[in-house]
């Protein structure tokens, strides 16, 4: 017996095995945007061998390309197929919700996963697996703090505008840094979309716009390695740099001791741990609505203590 793999970009498409369909478990994934950045992609490659791994388990990937429109169709598409649970990495958490509730009517479980839905969709979900984003943004904003002695003038680079993991690291940042180190103040927040050219141009606007910046803040290392190389290029020197979702390339700049520090987070336990949310919640089990996996701080100081991110 063999575990399957369907994988698309528009119409979900199913492979016929030589399996009885009472022994297997047929889960639906429709993703963000997985060509956006190396989180994704190893993510998605993650969850195929963690399927591919279990001889009872049929999965459908697809990938919304970051468009709204296309992922509620990859769901719809889903829910016709009559798949027996569909993971969803929404593309918006709050556009994706009449799809969601579709697939609970239909008596489709739904596990959402990485980003949380917008509140109004809970009640349609059967749980959520992922990083808790409110705390890393604070996470973040203490060790902003710590970097600056708790006091100077920061920018922000958020995520893509309106996708719920942005909008938590943004909110735990702000609050936090507000209660713990109230004399650091933000000069601007603008979005890098997830993107590290469009973060350093960002950043390069934040530079001509600024005469003196003590700090950034960047939503996940790929955008804060973007601002990072802004800096270096216009010879700006003596800025903190700390991000979230610890990528290589911001592990790699921490070993220099150009990047202060960031969150280490797994898209390997990411997707391991939305494919296992999925199958304990189609067998019955007692499943949490949230689904936390750990996400520690990780700095120039305790890099050593992690093995360097393979995205």
């Known amino acids: 017996m063999f575990s399957k793999i369907a994988l698309s970009v528009g119409i979900a498409s199913v492979m016929a095995f030589n399996v009885a369909a009472a022994e297997t478990v047929r889960i639906g994934i ?26 009872n388990v049929e999965v459908v990937v697809l990938d919304a390309g970051g468009d709204v429109a296309r992922q509620i169709g990859q769901m719809q598409d889903l829910i016709q197929q009559r798949v027996d649970a569909i993971i969803i990495w929404p593309t918006n958490g709050q556009a994706v919700i009449p799809a969601v509730r579709q697939a609970k009517s239909a008596g ?31 996470y973040s904003a203490e060790m902003m703090c710590d ?7 920061i920018v922000q680079i958020a995520g893509q505008p309106g996708y719920t993991t942005a909008i938590e690291r ?12 109230p004399e650091v ?3 601007e927040t603008q979005p890098g979309d997830w993107n590290r050219e469009k973060a350093q141009r960002t950043m390069e606007n934040f530079l001509t716009k600024y005469d003196h910046i003590d700090g950034v803040y960047a939503g996940d290392d ?23 979702t610890n990528f290589a390339v911001g592990y790699e700049a921490m070993e220099r001791g150009e990047y202060y520090g960031s969150v ?24 949490p609505k949230l689904n936390y996996f750990d996400t520690p701080k990780i700095t120039r100081d305790t890099l050593s203590q992690f093995d360097k991110p393979v995205f």
């Open 30 to 55: 429709t993703q963000n945007n997985v060509g956006v950045d190396s989180y994704q992609t190893t993510y998605e490659k993650a969850f195929i061998e963690a399927a591919n791994a279990d001889e």
């Open 108 to 138: 489709i479980p739904v596990i959402v996963t990485n980003s949380k839905i917008a509140d109004a969709g809970m009640d349609f979900i059967a749980a959520f697996s992922g990083p808790d984003n409110i705390r890393q943004g604070a």
């Open 147 to 153: 970097a600056l002695d708790n006091k100077g003038q």
């Open 170 to 181: 943004a909110k735990g940042f702000e609050d936090r840094l507000a209660e713990a180190c």
């Open 185 to 187: 103040k933000i000069l």
């Open 222 to 244: 790929n955008m804060g390695v973007g601002a990072l190389n802004a800096a270096k290029a216009a010879n700006r020197d003596g800025i903190i740099f700390i991000g979230a």
């Open 264 to 287: 280490y987070q797994s898209p390997v336990d990411d997707a391991r741990a939305a494919l296992q949310t999925a199958l304990d919640v189609l067998a019955g089990k007692d499943v």
